[in-house]
Structures are given as structure tokens and as C-alpha cells.
């Protein structure tokens, strides 16, 4: 009975992964912009001494007219240099905006809702601090909305380059991530994107932004992501092009990894869209059964044979899928390092589901319950 149900549960992910497969290959349109519309870059930040200088360099280098874009920067109560430097580079680039959040006003989601409204733009591109960006970056994503009827344009982004083993499983998995929520936007069906590296209109942000809960410590890309889709069909496209993409750094140290995927799982409990809860408890039932298996069959040997099958199989969807995945992003050196993630990620995704929901996280220097 229990091989039944785990080989129903192996069928339904393997049927999943393959048509993320089918829209990750389809996701493939022309990026050359053919209109020009104003565009606000967005980003909240809060102690990002170390990075908002480069922030502000790459977005000044952009290749998209500097007299058709802004950058909005809202310091979300940031206690280190961060407002320093901003005023110090106020004069230096004439189209930056900053805003302080006021002693009433604090979180990301507070922080993009007032830049979004500071801009009369037509479009809003939003990212992070600690994030890097190619040159043609705007003019890349904007192309996403030569088609009137998309609403949000969802992009790649990655991990620079790393040389731990850690980083490396942590990239793996990122990636694996990415690709996913690229084909689910593929099949029509979309389920997450990343924030780092994201636009809308600001007309369907406004339309959209009071089913948006802002007490949910994360998920300002995803919930806005989902308002959407609930509002408008076929209305969301992801940008498969190298100069979109997007370079964040991985979470040093395994204390810090689990904390912050303990906020990314914690918003999980307040999905409301039916195929991303079916995917998140179909992801957590293959893993839950692999561990499964793996402890019964040192103590079986038909248990064995049968966890050997399903790993295979798995393996096989896995593979296919991320290999095409990583060698957009030029990291197909990862593929050896499969086996060993396989067994890692089992371990970890049934872990930090259960932690997300029974302890607190920190972020900035805030600390959440959940």
C-alpha cells in the first residue's frame, strides 16, 4: 500500500517536473525592446553600506535612455552608513529619488509600496541592494512588456561564481528554483518568482496591492505575483536571456542558509493560489519519501530495491530538467555534484518546513515569529 502511494506521489513529480521542462524551452521570445515606456527602479534597502555604492554604479551604467528611468531608493530604518552614503551621492546622479520610511512605516513590502507610489512611471523594476546587474539589464526586462496584455515580466538570477561545496549545493538548489518558477510561467500556470529581479505596471500593482497582506515578513514577489495571476490571464512572462540576469551572493554559513530558507518557507501557510500549494506539498512528499525509504531499506532488502527504483527515476527527471536549467546560466559544472544534492536536499527541505512553522527567523536585524 505504501509503495502505491509513494509511486503515485513519484508519477505526479515527475509529471510536474517534465512539463516545468516543456516551459522552460518554450519561455523564448524577442528581447529588443520596441517601445520605450518611463521606467522607476525600485529597491528597498536597510543596511547596505557595503553595497549601495555599487548598486548605484551599475544602474547609472545602464544602456536604456537616462531621461526614461529613475531609481527610487527607500531606506527602510537602515542603523549603519547606508543614509550616509546615499546623501553623499545624491548630487552625483541626477534621476535618484530616496525616501526615508517613517518610525511608523517598517518592512520591504512597506518599502516598495511607498517607492511604487512616489513613481509615476509606467513601469516599475525592482532588485535588491546586494544585487548586480549587466548593462542591458532595464532595457532587457522592458522588452517583456511589448505585449500589452503582461502585467509582470519575472527574470533570471543567480549566485556569483563559488568555490565551497556548500555554495555549490546552494546554487544548485537556487537554480533548480529559478527554473522552476521560469516553467511554471511557460506552462501558463506560474507559482513563485524572485524578487531580485522583477517589473510590473504600476496601474496593476495599484489595482492589485490591497490583497497583498503586509504583515507576512517576505513574499513581496510572490503575493503580488499571485494577485495577478488571480486578476489576469496569461499576464506574466519570464525573460530567458543572459543579459537579464541578475547576480546575487549566496548566505555564508549553514546557520544563516537555514534561516533564511526558514523565512522564504514560512509565507508558504498563507498561499492561497491551488497549483503552487499542490506543488509545495508535492515537493515535500517526494522528499519526505525518499527519507523514508532510504532509513527502511538498511533494514529491507525489497525496501532497498524499491528506494533504489525511485531514486533512479527521480534522478532521471532531475537531470533532464536542471541540466537544461544550468546551462543557460553557463553552470553545468554543478551536474556532478546531482547525487550527493539529491540526498542533502531531501534532508534539508523536509527540515526547514518543519522549523519555518515552529520558530522565529531573523532578517536586517529584525527577528519574526511566524
Not at 515527475?14 to 516551459?23: A, E, K
Not at 510572490?222 to 543572459?242: P, Q, T
Request: hydrophobic fraction near 45%.
Amino acid at each position: 500500500m505504501i509503495n502505491s502511494f509513494i509511486s503515485l506521489i513519484l508519477l505526479l513529480y515527475s509529471f510536474n517536473i517534465l512539463r516545468y521542462l516543456y516551459g522552460w524551452r518554450i519561455n523564448s521570445f524577442d528581447t529588443k525592446a520596441s517601445y520605450f515606456p518611463k521606467v522607476s527602479v525600485v529597491i528597498a534597502v536597510r543596511n547596505e553600506e557595503n553595497n549601495i555604492l555599487k548598486l548605484l554604479s551599475d544602474l547609472s551604467l545602464q544602456d536604456y535612455p537616462q531621461d526614461l528611468f529613475n531609481i527610487i531608493i527607500v531606506n527602510d530604518h537602515s542603523t549603519d552608513g547606508t543614509l550616509d552614503l546615499l546623501n553623499q551621492e545624491l548630487s552625483k546622479y541626477p534621476n535618484l529619488i530616496l525616501h526615508n520610511l517613517t518610525t511608523s512605516v517598517e518592512g520591504k513590502k512597506s518599502a516598495i509600496n511607498t517607492g511604487v507610489n512616489i513613481s509615476n512611471h509606467e513601469i516599475i523594476l525592482s532588485s535588491d541592494a546586494d544585487c548586480s546587474f549587466p548593462n542591458t539589464w532595464i532595457s532587457c526586462m522592458v522588452s517583456g512588456f511589448n505585449d500589452k496584455q503582461i502585467k509582470l515580466v519575472s527574470g533570471p538570477v543567480t549566485f556569483y561564481k563559488e568555490s565551497s561545496l556548500f555554495n555549490k549545493l546552494q546554487t544548485l538548489e537556487f537554480l533548480s528554483l529559478i527554473g522552476a518558477g521560469a516553467g511554471a510561467i511557460g506552462i501558463g500556470n506560474p507559482i513563485f518568482c524572485n524578487g531580485a529581479n522583477m517589473a510590473y505596471r504600476r496601474e496593476t500593482y495599484k489595482k492589485v496591492f490591497d490583497t497583498i497582506d503586509l504583515n507576512i515578513a517576505s513574499g513581496d514577489d510572490v503575493f503580488l505575483l499571485h494577485a495577478i495571476k488571480r486578476k489576469y490571464k496569461s499576464s506574466v512572462r519570464f525573460i530567458k536571456d543572459v543579459n537579464a540576469v541578475v547576480y546575487t551572493n549566496a548566505v555564508e554559513g549553514f546557520d544563516q542558509f537555514i534561516n533564511q530558507r526558514k523565512r522564504w518557507a514560512a509565507k508558504s501557510t498563507s498561499f492561497k493560489d491551488a497549483y503552487t500549494i499542490y506543488t509545495s506539498i508535492l515537493v515535500l512528499l517526494v522528499n519526505f519519501s525518499t527519507i523514508y525509504l532510504l532509513f527502511f531499506s538498511l533494514f529491507h532488502v525489497d525496501v532497498f530495491f524499491f528506494f533504489l527504483w525511485f531514486f533512479l527515476i527521480k534522478n532521471i527527471v532531475d537531470i533532464l530538467f536542471l541540466s537544461n536549467v544550468l546551462s543557460f546560466f553557463s553552470r553545468k559544472d554543478l551536474l556532478k555534484w546531482m547525487l550527493f544534492f539529491q540526498i542533502f536536499y531531501s534532508f534539508y527541505i523536509v527540515l526547514v518546513s518543519v522549523l519555518s512553522q515552529l520558530q522565529t527567523f531573523s532578517w536586517k536585524k529584525r527577528l519574526y515569529k511566524k
